[in-house]
């Protein structure tokens, strides 16, 4: 009784259209003559997500709480021990006319770098494979595709498609996702690409890979990679952490080495995000990388505060006035 | 219950439009952002597209399924050839439906029905991903993720079945007193609600 001969009519046909939507999307890519039903999408839904996301982030953030409840705490301490020694630089800056003087031109040259961003949230993420998530700016913003984004500890991805009060950000985590990336320290460049950050053992701690295009490059465990830039800054701006080396995959015959990254930024509880809607002028090159844990570049000069800020930073920031600082956590 | 609303069709596929539109928002934004172990989440738009089959039959479940699918092909962080999923859930709705007209009703068969149609539906989007050559749906991510996902899937579906029988109950119950050919599905959906509404 179910299964008349309409019901199968209207499968044949429903299937038909479903096939011809996807034969129709593959084939036109980016110019998809179906772009327009995205758009109608992004204008539907895209109120509707901004609605519920501020209704259920109290919810998600008890959640959170309750999963990072250890890692808070360390956090807790660390910036509490920062508060501290900002309150003792602060001091001292008050005391010292021209260290004060120094220290607001290092706070008006930090702004990560010199990137121009605007603050976004996430409000929802992508279902199936995709590593993609939706951000609460659009283009009443002022917000194009092909901007980068970024969060406080480093490079989150770029933005693909954007609606009237929302975007799309395709993750560097994603699998299609490719960027051109630099070794600290080194023109060493190579290509990262994202593993998914979803499904066990493969993405885990290390959802990233990097690529050496010179197969003979120094490269170790430890190091650091930063965004190259590419041309004329889009959709990736120029050095913008991405993350550290985890392991350094043994060549088995293949042309290049790959590394495998730890990204700095965690992909999977992104909530507050910036969009650079303008370049930096200079290439910020290492600058914006947080300091080194390892405590090698001791800041020592008899004329810094018993506790330093930055210690990577400041000795830099003493001697050249115009090199950017590592902003703060 | 307080106010039996009027048994109408359009009553009807309004509740189901609801009921879609209610768990696609909470698909993208509460589901996917739970940081579950293995990151991977439950997909609660194939459970729901599943428990409208199974309680309405393979039309409305086909029907539901394909517009259901369109709308998370075009939801805002959606990155994938559009009509992928509107052509997974379509099916899985069609074979739902099928499959409740023959159904027993015994106590766990529902369910069982449901894991089923999520298993399938999870196993068939990863493979129109590999048909298409989609670089996220490589054979390594997807023999990783899709017995996770089934596994969550299954864990969620007594939940989202129960509260889709909950919220269609109130309009198959004025359709039965009508007495036209729908009371069959009627019944049988209230078999299926009584135990729900006992979870």
Same mark, same amino acid.
């Given at each position: 009784?179910?299964?008349?001969?309409?019901?199968?009519? +209207?499968?044949?046909?429903?299937?038909? +259209?479903?096939?011809?939507?996807?034969?129709?999307?593959?084939?036109?890519?980016?110019?998809? =003559?179906?772009?327009?039903?995205?758009?109608?999408?992004?204008?539907?839904?895209?109120?509707? &997500?901004?609605?519920?996301?501020?209704?259920?982030?109290?919810?998600?953030?008890?959640?959170?709480?309750?999963?990072?409840?250890?890692?808070?705490?360390?956090?807790?301490?660390?910036?509490?021990?920062?508060? %501290?020694?900002?309150?003792?630089?602060?001091?001292?800056?008050?005391?010292?006319?021209?260290?004060?003087? %120094?220290? &607001?031109?290092?706070?008006?040259?930090?702004?990560?770098?010199?990137?121009?961003?605007?603050?976004?949230?996430?409000?929802?993420?992508?279902?199936?494979? &995709?590593?993609?998530?939706?951000?609460?700016?659009?283009?009443?913003?002022?917000?194009? =595709?092909?901007?980068?984004?970024?969060?406080?500890?480093?490079?989150?991805?770029?933005?693909?498609?954007?609606?009237?009060?929302?975007?799309?950000?395709?993750?560097?985590?994603? %699998?299609?996702?490719?960027?051109?990336?630099?070794?600290?320290?080194?023109?060493?460049? $190579?290509?990262?690409?994202?593993?998914?950050?979803?499904?066990?053992?493969? $993405?885990?701690?290390?959802?990233?890979?990097?690529?050496?295009?010179?197969?003979?490059?120094?490269?170790?465990?430890?190091?650091?990679?930063?965004?190259?830039?590419?041309?004329?800054?889009? =959709?990736?701006?120029?050095?913008?952490?991405? $993350?550290?080396?985890?392991?350094?995959?043994?060549?088995?015959?293949?042309?290049?080495?790959?590394?495998?990254?730890?990204?700095? +930024?965690?992909?999977?509880?992104?909530?507050?995000?910036?969009?650079?809607?303008?370049?930096?002028?200079?290439?910020?090159?290492?600058?914006?990388?947080?300091?080194?844990?390892?405590?090698?570049?001791?800041?020592?000069?008899?004329?810094?505060?018993?506790?330093?800020?930055?210690?990577?930073?400041?000795?830099?920031?003493?001697?050249? =006035?115009?090199?950017?600082?590592?902003?703060?956590? | 219950?307080?106010?039996?609303?009027?048994?109408?069709?359009?009553?009807?596929?309004?509740?189901?439009?609801?009921?879609?539109?209610?768990?696609?928002?909470?698909?993208?934004?509460?589901?996917?952002?739970?940081?579950?172990?293995?990151?991977?989440?439950?997909?609660?738009?194939?459970?729901?597209?599943?428990?409208?089959?199974?309680?309405?039959?393979?039309?409305?479940?086909?029907?539901?399924?394909?517009?259901?699918?369109?709308?998370?092909?075009?939801?805002?962080?959606?990155?994938?050839?559009?009509?992928?999923?509107?052509?997974?859930?379509?099916?899985?709705?069609?074979?739902?439906?099928?499959?409740?007209?023959?159904?027993?009703?015994?106590?766990?068969?529902?369910?069982?029905?449901?894991?089923? *149609?999520?298993?399938?539906?999870?196993?068939?989007?990863?493979?129109?991903?590999?048909?298409?050559?989609?670089?996220?749906?490589?054979?390594?991510?997807?023999?990783?993720?899709?017995?996770?996902?089934?596994?969550?899937?299954?864990?969620?579906?007594?939940?989202?079945?129960?509260?889709?029988?909950?919220?269609?109950?109130?309009?198959?119950?004025?359709?039965?007193?009508?007495?036209?050919?729908?009371?069959?599905?009627?019944?049988?959906?209230?078999?299926?609600?009584?135990? *729900?509404?006992?979870?």
């Amino acid at each position: 009784m179910k299964d008349t001969r309409r019901t199968r009519m +209207v499968l044949g046909g429903l299937l038909v +259209v479903a096939l011809m939507m996807i034969t129709v999307d593959y084939r036109g890519g980016a110019n998809s =003559p179906l772009r327009g039903l995205r758009d109608f999408g992004a204008t539907v839904f895209g109120p509707v &997500e901004r609605v519920s996301a501020s209704i259920v982030r109290p919810v998600g953030n008890t959640l959170g709480a309750i999963t990072d409840a250890p890692g808070e705490r360390r956090r807790a301490d660390q910036l509490e021990r920062q508060n %501290q020694r900002l309150r003792e630089q602060l001091r001292s800056a008050h005391l010292d006319k021209d260290r004060s003087a %120094q220290l &607001e031109r290092l706070l008006g040259t930090a702004g990560m770098g010199g990137y121009k961003v605007h603050a976004a949230q996430v409000i929802s993420a992508g279902q199936g494979f &995709e590593d993609t998530v939706t951000i609460d700016v659009g283009s009443s913003s002022g917000i194009k =595709p092909d901007m980068t984004v970024m969060s406080a500890d480093g490079l989150v991805g770029r933005v693909t498609r954007v609606g009237p009060a929302t975007s799309t950000v395709l993750l560097a985590t994603d %699998q299609t996702s490719s960027i051109g990336s630099r070794l600290e320290d080194s023109k060493e460049i $190579g290509i990262t690409q994202g593993r998914g950050r979803r499904g066990i053992g493969r $993405g885990g701690d290390t959802p990233l890979r990097f690529q050496l295009l010179d197969a003979a490059a120094p490269i170790h465990v430890g190091q650091r990679i930063v965004t190259l830039g590419s041309q004329g800054q889009r =959709p990736y701006v120029p050095g913008l952490p991405i $993350g550290v080396v985890e392991r350094i995959e043994k060549p088995t015959g293949g042309l290049t080495r790959t590394a495998y990254i730890r990204p700095f +930024v965690r992909f999977t509880s992104l909530d507050v995000v910036a969009v650079v809607v303008a370049p930096p002028k200079t290439d910020p090159r290492d600058a914006v990388l947080p300091p080194k844990p390892s405590p090698t570049a001791t800041p020592s000069p008899s004329t810094s505060p018993k506790a330093s800020g930055s210690p990577k930073a400041r000795p830099r920031g003493s001697k050249s =006035p115009t090199t950017n600082p590592t902003p703060g956590e | 219950m307080l106010n039996p609303p009027e048994a109408s069709p359009a009553g009807r596929i309004a509740v189901t439009a609801v009921v879609i539109a209610v768990t696609l928002i909470l698909q993208v934004s509460v589901a996917n952002r739970l940081p579950l172990p293995g990151g991977v989440q439950p997909d609660l738009v194939l459970l729901a597209v599943v428990a409208l089959a199974l309680v309405a039959g393979s039309m409305t479940g086909m029907v539901a399924g394909f517009l259901a699918g369109l709308a998370a092909d075009i939801v805002p962080p959606a990155d994938h050839t559009l009509g992928r999923y509107a052509l997974v859930y379509c099916l899985i709705g069609f074979l739902c439906g099928a499959a409740s007209a023959e159904m027993d009703r015994q106590s766990v068969v529902p369910f069982f029905a449901v894991a089923a *149609g999520a298993t399938a539906g999870t196993v068939l989007y990863a493979a129109t991903g590999m048909i298409l050559g989609d670089p996220r749906a490589e054979w390594a991510t997807v023999s990783s993720m899709v017995p996770l996902q089934v596994l969550y899937d299954v864990l969620a579906s007594p939940f989202v079945v129960w509260a889709v029988l909950r919220v269609t109950r109130r309009y198959e119950r004025g359709e039965r007193s009508r007495g036209d050919r729908l009371a069959v599905p009627a019944a049988r959906y209230r078999a299926m609600s009584g135990r *729900g509404g006992n979870l």
